[in-house]
């Protein structure tokens, strides 16, 4: 099992910046590809960015390339979405997700393990 805590989401304004962290504990969690998923009301959940355990590859979808940056610290067990000129769609339930292999397909389905999710409400 593994356990996963999100933490940093809030309230901001359009065109400011957020750091969100997701805390991971349990079994072998530092060598599996984690992600980042959203949802937003009356949406499917999904995926912000993904990384793999050494963090020499990453994935962004298309909504968010050049404005986040996902990072990870082995050592710390812990991920990071870094969130830049954000946009009041990008309002939404953040979730950080884990898995032990790369996925063939970023649906939140292949992902095994799930975190609580963080409210990152973004206003106009």
């Known amino acids: 099992q593994v356990q996963l805590v999100e933490s940093g989401g809030g309230l901001v304004q359009a065109g400011d910046s957020l750091r969100l962290s997701c805390a991971a504990s349990?079994?072998?969690?530092?060598?599996?590809?984690m992600a980042w998923f959203r949802q937003a009301p009356g949406k499917e959940r999904e995926v912000v960015c993904a990384?793999?355990?050494?963090?020499?590859?990453?994935y962004y979808g298309d909504s968010v390339k050049g404005r986040f940056t996902i990072s990870r610290d082995n050592a710390k067990n812990t991920l990071y979405l870094q969130m830049n000129s954000l946009k009041p769609e990008d309002t939404a339930v953040y979730y950080c997700?884990?898995?032990?292999?790369?996925?063939?397909?970023?649906?939140?389905?292949?992902?095994?393990?799930w975190g609580q999710g963080t409210q990152v409400t973004v206003s106009s």
């Open positions: 997700t884990v898995n032990p292999y790369w996925p063939t397909t970023m649906d939140a389905g292949m992902f095994r393990f």
């Open positions: 349990g079994r072998a969690s530092s060598t599996y590809a």
């Open positions: 990384i793999s355990w050494s963090g020499t590859r990453t």
